[in-house]
């Protein structure tokens, strides 16, 4: 049996597949199998699979659609490993990446685990941007995963490795979509499993290709982060707030500053000297003009997009509208 059972979870994305698996192909650590399930998609990565039949232990299988969170489950139903590791189909694996986890999981006994997402080098500008954007400590504080973490570390799917123990105590994910990773990691730790962010095993992931994909994807992590507090309490903080607070100011500032030249040279002055922080951030952190001077336009789009998102489900939330009714009451 294999050591590490890798689940891909894949919609409508073959070429995003094809890049992953020639990935996995270079790894210096070859004890694993790879599971690609195939989430009810159009447009199928089956065809290409037979290209990697030599070179990887790989297996297809196809679902009809249900959702992220419960394709994973599919595969670790499948799974034959010791630990799961899911990565998401648009994640590119670097050849040290299972050597680093197994280097880490001998030296220490924790049960679910995940590591940081990095921009790679031949990633577009706006990909570095967004990449940089989602991981600043200016901007997110810095909770998705540049620093060391135990106990309290929630891996995220992108990159997340939990072990055969964790999954028949769980059952895996929940629900199928809108914050199920973060859901799944909460629990794992509610039920008494200790997890870590392994710094070494990192993936490369490309985030979102345009601005409006970005915005979409934000606005449904707010959404997200709402939708916890269905599940688990104290799930929103401050710092989930910011967002929401950004977008507020920046939009009171402007109307008001109509009316009041004071005002609009005050809230101008606040928000040039923030985005020119984490600008200085880009370029010190990226070594690239060309990454840094697009970090305004993608900052003020995640926090539009996160803080809106937010606001909806609050108000879905308050008028009693829950997206998980078909699932909660097996919680």
Known sequence: MPKYSLIIPVYNRPEEVDELLTSLTLQTFKDFEVLVVEDGSSVTCSSLLKKFSTSLMV?????????????????????????????????????????????????????????PDKSHPLFTPLQQSIGHTMTSFFTTGGIRGRNHHFGTFHPRSFNMGISRVVYEKTRGYLIPFMGEDLEFSIRIIKSGFKTALIEKAFVFHKRRTSLLKFYKQLYYFGRARINLTRFHEGQLKLLHLFPLLFTIGWVFSALIGMLNE?????????????????????????????????VPITVITQMAGYGLGLMYEFTQKKRGINPNKKYIEIY
């Open 59 to 115: 297996q297809y299988y196809f679902k009809e659609n249900e959702g992220q969170g419960f394709a994973r489950n599919y595969g670790y139903q499948r799974a034959k490993g010791d630990y799961f590791i899911v990565f998401d189909s648009d994640c590119i694996i670097p050849a040290g990446y299972l050597e680093e986890v197994d280097v880490f999981l001998k030296e220490h006994k924790v049960d679910a685990f995940g590591g």
């Open 262 to 294: 004071q005002i609009a040279t005050i809230g101008l002055g606040l928000y040039s000297g923030y985005l020119s922080v984490v600008v200085l951030e880009a370029l010190w952190i990226t070594k690239s003009l060309g990454v840094a001077i697009r």
